[in-house]
């Protein structure tokens, strides 16, 4: 259920951003992305990621861009929140990037 929410919330996000910043879908999208995320991890593991000392700053511009497009300021709120984003998972970028990196290790795609 909650990888079907998170893939649902990316795609109502994409879609809100396709038509032109949609400030109802967006807000979907993120209700559905948390929501998502706390069936997966759980709401304890979930509310000790995002009120973590060190990651406070992007909790308030992620959770702040969420009642910005809520108040249907969308294109302001994406911005809030995109920067929460990367200060939030800013840690789990390198870790992703060695991941992509070490795909061309497999034989099948290092010839593509």
């Known amino acids: 259920i909650g990888v079907g929410l998170v893939g649902f919330g990316l795609f109502f996000l994409l879609f809100g951003i396709l038509l032109y910043f949609d400030s ?8 559905l992305f948390l929501s998502g995320l706390v069936f997966i991890i759980g709401f304890r593991r979930t509310f000790t990621f995002f009120f973590q000392r060190p990651k406070l700053k992007g909790t308030g511009f992620f959770f702040g861009g969420l009642v910005v497009v809520l108040m249907r300021w969308p294109i302001l709120g994406m911005l809030l929140e995109a920067y929460g984003f990367v200060s939030l998972f800013r840690s789990f970028f390198p870790v992703a990037f060695g991941f992509l990196g070490s795909l061309a290790n497999i034989p099948l795609l290092s010839q593509v």
């Open 24 to 31: 109802v879908l967006l807000a979907f999208g993120n209700l």
